[in-house]
């Protein structure tokens, strides 16, 4: 995009008319905030042709504005953060609600060149707004520094800028609620999952965890879309351990081949709970509770199935849930090493597990044996004699 300023400094009403219409049109599909804020403050570094724009938001809960360094010496992508009631520029700004503009802006005692000295960069100019809500509310500040003219900001610029940060307050407001809604939504289904299988297994945190991973590099190793919601999803795979009692889940010995049966409805009950759910992550969710026990050639539980017939999420999941149970210290079992569980899941490619699957697990055993390198120092010993099981006795 060229810079919206024209040669003689005034914009036309037709120019100013497609300033809002590209700028609008550019923030109003993004919900995601990290990128949102990437997006408003490039295009503001454009529109008023300055050398740079940051964005800081309110941080309510910690009293606090944040933002992030956009660019400088590998420091990309760092949260800076500036107290609410301190006395900078940002904090003033976000708490009056009044603009700040300083002509030179090292002379002035309220700048901070904190960030300066961390990047490649040197503000001579400075012009800072308050980011407010259709409610008048103030979300934060939006400062820019350095016009390409080298002339200070003056009340042009000043309404440009309030009308671009009238604009973008509620694209930021609508991603912010996102994205705390999607926050919600993700502990949700974590805590959830926790309360599943913590009865069974100390380790919970640690086995969601590592499953998470390992199922979100799987399916980007195999190209899926949806890898994020395949992460998301794949702690609740034992959700339907909630169901089965006390005597079963939690007994120390081996399961009669009746107690057994009885382990296997945990895919049934984690189905039903999951059934009908409207959420993308929810459903895949239930893909994975229902069939996370079915082998590729057909003699998993709970329907047989085989194949490209058990749902590709379900396939991953248990290739990710097999090798983290072998990994894993139990009661009655110690914790395999890497290389062994490596070993046995390549070995069961085309029994248990879909050999595509398995490929792509090879392609990612060095970030996957990284993870774990970690984990495996301190495990303890159990306390009865080793058991070179998969986990079927304790249905993983
Ligand atoms: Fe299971
Ligand atoms: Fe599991």
Redesign the pocket.
Known sequence: MQSFRPENGKLSAEEKLNLLVEFGARISCELRLDKLLDIIAQQITKMLDVGRCTIYLKDVEKNELWSKIAQGRGLEHTEIRVPLNGSGVISIVARTGETINLPNAYEDPRFSMDVDMVTDFRTHSMLAIPLKNNSGKVLGVFQVANKADATAFDKKDEGILLLLATLAGSAIEIAKLYQDVHVAQLETIYRLAVTAEYRDQQDTRAHLKNISIISYLLALGMNKKDSELIKNASPL??I??VALADNILLKPGKLTPEEFEIMKS??VY?GRILEGAHSKVLKIAHKMACY??EKWNGSGYPKGLKGEDIPIEARIITVA?VFDALCAFRMYKKAWKTDDAYAYILGESGKSFDPHVVAAFKKIYPSVRKLYANISVNQPQPQTSDVPVTDEKK??
């Open positions: 795979h034992d339907g351990k945990h895919t984690g996370h026990h849930d249905n993983s």
